[in-house]
Nanobody, 128 residues
Framework: QVQLVESGGGSVQAGGSLRLSCIAS????????IGWFRQAPGKEREAVAT??????????ADSVKGRFAIAQDNAKDKITLYLQMNSLKPEDTAMYSC???????????????????WGQGTQVTVSS
């Protein structure tokens, strides 16, 4: 059972920055897809950024490219996944969740329904 705990959400004005953190009970040498997803009210959950735990290849949604960056720090038996969010826009307002799924290959899907493990989420609100 993988546990994920997010933190770092909050309220910020447009143009501001936030950094989200997710502590995952995953060893950095194991094979997982891990990433950040978001869901705004009345909208479907969407992938923001994903990566493979043993590879630097990343995926970014077109709407966040050049503004958001995903990064990973490894420690014994845990990974901390970060999402640095810059130049925030009101349309970035959503509940942001960290998710993970075991994967034998370094190809991480953007479809959130393929991820088994989820954190509780952290709210990000961007005001204009």
């Amino acid at each position: 059972q993988v546990q994920l705990v997010e933190s770092g959400g909050g309220s910020v004005q447009a143009g501001g920055s936030l950094r989200l953190s997710c502590i995952a009970s995953i060893d950095g040498t194991s094979n997982y897809c891990i990433g950040w997803f978001r869901q705004a009210p009345g909208k479907e959950r969407e992938a923001v950024a994903t990566r493979y735990t043993r590879d630097v290849v990343t995926y970014y949604a077109d709407s966040v490219k050049g503004r958001f960056a995903i990064a990973q720090d490894n420690a014994k038996d845990k990974i901390t996944l970060y999402l640095q969010m810059n130049s925030l826009k009101p349309e970035d307002t959503a509940m942001y969740s960290c998710a993970a799924d075991l994967s034998p290959v370094p190809v991480c899907p953007s479809d959130p329904t393929t991820y088994m493990y989820w954190g509780q989420g952290t709210q990000v609100t961007v005001s204009s």
